[in-house]
């Protein structure tokens, strides 16, 4: 094993650093602000210089301005992006517009990588991915999928009805699943502004809308769209869900990562400086306990992150599966607890919103509901261990 980096990638992890450090984290409450008045100034200089320091969609090839990295690459950046709320999408590397960036990389046809893939990937447009649905449609169980689209000659119609739909109201296009059969789903890009796809309303959530984090609900009635606008074939929905969700869920752990580590950094610097009964935060046992756990919590999802991506990288997506699982449910359950306990440290300033723990934990808590909720991937986990699918100590 060699946990040394490349040199190119320690190269642009440092360049990465070095641009949150001096452009983003100063900019991080302008942007918000902005943000609440849907108002993006800040945001779009920003783009811009990411752009300039050939900084831009790192994750995708150099013909759509990427460096063309792997996963490995990717969690070396991501983590640096995820020190804030609203880094990765100065880089455009935020979900669900980085997920769909791939998705129609590996499973587009030219057509549609050239009408929504190419302005997607300059930041032009933003999309969405309607796989959610209310009950008794699909959740933590896709099976339950009730979105249907049948074939009238040469058109798909489809009629659904999703929510949860990340960015969907400002989306300009949406990857749809529907069902196609009995037994089989297809995937299907479809123009969100077609005239019988609904907008609902926006979901009122635990957190505060924060850029494409608005979630959309909405409903398809006969929406009619060309078989060009499949993804891959018809009846491959569901295998290009896992195969999206996989990396999706590493993603997000690499995020995770990034602010918690920097909630650690916070609570370094105050615990430090702060007097309680005669001495420093810091010298007192039970806030040394806090910092411990969180530490090696962060450190352990580390390692688990990029095992799996090197898992990935070597084409075992499939192995790799209980590992991501395994995964996004540390890192999701350690980001809550990193920003539960930081509040907790700073008492009434945590709480407050003169520090930023209290909104950062509000989105954090859909981190255990978000591309699987604990439960399942508990399920994941045991079900491959006691069918000896998982090699505990590789």
């Known amino acids: 094993m060699d946990f040394h980096l490349a040199p190119h990638l320690a190269e642009l992890r440092t360049r990465v650093r070095a641009f949150m450090e001096e452009h983003v984290l100063p900019n991080e409450r302008a942007i918000v602000a902005e943000d609440r008045r849907r108002q993006y100034d800040t945001l779009h200089a920003l783009q811009r210089k990411a752009k300039d320091a050939e900084l831009w969609v790192p994750h995708l090839p150099r013909e759509l301005g990427g460096q063309g990295l792997g996963v490995m690459g990717m969690c070396v950046l991501f983590r640096e992006m995820g020190r804030t709320p609203v880094g990765a999408r100065v880089f455009n ?25 190419a302005p997607l990937a300059a930041g032009e447009i933003t999309s969405g991915f309607c796989m959610t649905e209310p009950a008794p449609g699909a959740g933590a169980d896709p099976t339950n999928l009730k979105t249907s689209a049948r074939l009238e000659g040469d058109e ?47 979901i009122p959530v635990m957190a505060e809308p924060l850029l494409a984090h608005r979630e959309a609900e909405l409903k398809f009635h006969g929406v009619r769209v060309g078989r060009d606008a499949v993804l891959g074939e018809i009846g491959q929905g569901f295998a290009l869900a896992q195969k999206r969700l996989v990396p999706a869920r590493l993603t997000h752990c690499m995020r995770w990562l990034g602010l918690a580590d920097r909630t650690l950094e916070l609570c370094r610097s105050y615990v430090g400086t702060r007097m309680s009964f005669g001495k420093t935060l810091a010298h007192h046992q039970m806030i040394q ?18 095992h799996c991506a090197w898992m990935l990288e070597q084409g ?4 790799a599966k209980p590992y991501s699982s395994m995964c996004k449910n540390h890192v999701a359950k350690l980001l809550c607890q990193v920003l539960d306990d930081a509040i907790q440290m700073h008492g009434g300033l945590g709480y407050s ?15 255990r509901l978000a591309d699987g909720p604990d439960e399942v991937h508990d399920v994941v986990v045991a079900r491959d261990f006691l069918l000896g699918r998982v090699n505990l100590l590789v």
Not at 94 to 113: C, F, R, T, V, Y
Not at 290 to 306: D, K, Q, S, Y
């Open 353 to 367: 919103d003169d520090m930023p723990f209290a909104q950062w934990y509000r989105g954090a808590r859909a981190a």
């Open 316 to 319: 075992l997506a499939k192995e």
């Open 156 to 202: 798909y119609v489809i009629d659904g009805h999703k929510w949860y739909t990340t960015g969907g109201a400002d989306a300009s296009f949406l990857i749809v699943m529907a069902r196609t059969s009995d037994d089989k789903a297809s995937m299907f890009v479809v123009d969100r502004h077609d005239k019988n796809v609904e907008h609902v309303r926006e």
């Open 289 to 306: 306990k806090m910092i411990a756990e969180a530490a090696r919590g962060v450190h352990a999802g580390n390692l688990m992150t990029f």
């Open 93 to 117: 590397c935020d979900a669900p517009d980085q997920g769909n960036m791939d998705l129609l990389l590996g499973a587009g046809s030219e057509a549609i990588k050239q009408r929504w893939l």
